[in-house]
């Protein structure tokens, strides 16, 4: 968990930023909400870049440079950016709810079998061309999308590709790693796991799943859920890379540092005393 060891050298230092130099590699690390709303958002130009990392993007190794997570701050990835937006802005991403309500209750079926699908894309694309896809994020772009146009036929099979490995790989993990965290906070807090038992008793009636609809009508859970986000965060730390060297006050930044976002900001090492209070009563975010 370097994320701790990150945030008590930060207290230890009494700093919200912290340098350190590792085998050649400068890395800040940003350990407070408004540094890094100054940093990350109000500059972002300067701090959007990614860093570089041989093994992954050079050709003649993994080759993944193209990937929208690994490519630099330039047009290209300004293009994925364009892309994603398009299905993940907070209106357009409520078009999934059923996929994932469906999905929710094939979980265990999920996690007790094992599919081959190494070839994803070919799998998609093949369903699209003989009428049988399922609606997707690829099915959409396979189809002549605008998002696309002015590109050859192999430059928009790749952007395709490229998105669709982004989309699935970074929410696979993530996925899983929260399914996890929860249980284990569950198992931790019997409690809390009691309470939100006897909320979808009461209000959906016992034995009945609940549905993305129903989450207005069950706080405890929705804030139940977003504390286990605040405190055991599924990826703790934000890398960027420094594209430009400028001066803070009395702080200066270099080029080429490898920046690390502490999540949560504000971070704390252990559920809050409130946390009960705040879960009924939807105080979370104070």
């Not at 802005?89 to 094939?106: I, S, Y």
């Not at 899983?176 to 909320?199: K, R, T, Y």
């Not at 286990?228 to 930044?253: H, N």
Request: hydrophobic share 40%.
């Amino acid at each position: 968990h370097e994320y701790i060891a990150f945030a008590k050298l930060g207290e230890q230092l009494k700093s919200d930023i912290v340098y350190l130099e590792l085998l050649g590699q400068k890395i800040i690390v940003l350990n407070s909400a408004e540094i890094v709303s100054e940093i990350m958002e109000k500059r972002s130009a300067l701090y959007s870049d990614r860093p570089p990392i041989p093994m992954v993007t050079d050709p003649t190794l993994m080759n993944w440079s193209s990937l929208p997570t690994m490519t630099g701050y330039n047009d290209l990835w300004r293009h994925y950016r364009r892309i994603l937006n398009n299905w993940l802005n907070a209106r357009a991403v409520t078009q999934f709810d059923d996929l994932q309500e469906r999905q929710a209750r094939l979980l265990l079926r999920r996690l007790l079998g094992a599919t081959d699908q190494a070839q994803a894309f070919e799998r998609v694309r093949n369903e699209f061309y003989f009428g049988v896809h399922q609606p997707s994020i690829t099915s959409s772009l396979l189809q002549d999308h605008t998002l696309l146009l002015g590109l050859s036929t192999m430059e928009k099979e790749e952007r395709v590709k490229e998105v669709g490995f982004t989309m699935f790989g970074g929410g696979t993990d993530t996925s899983a790693g929260f399914l996890v965290n929860l249980v284990a906070a569950m198992v931790s807090n019997p409690h809390a796991q009691a309470i939100a038992q006897q909320e979808l008793d009461t209000v959906l009636g016992q034995g009945v799943l609940p549905s993305i609809t129903d989450k207005e009508r069950l706080p405890y859970i929705r804030n139940l859920i977003d504390e286990v986000f605040r405190l055991y965060p599924v990826i703790p730390l934000g890398r960027k890379d420094s594209a430009g060297k400028e001066v803070l006050p009395q702080i200066e930044l270099e080029r080429n540092s490898l920046m690390l976002e502490l999540k949560p900001f504000d971070f704390e090492l252990k559920p809050r005393s409130d946390a009960h209070y705040r879960l009924i009563t939807g105080t979370i975010d104070e």
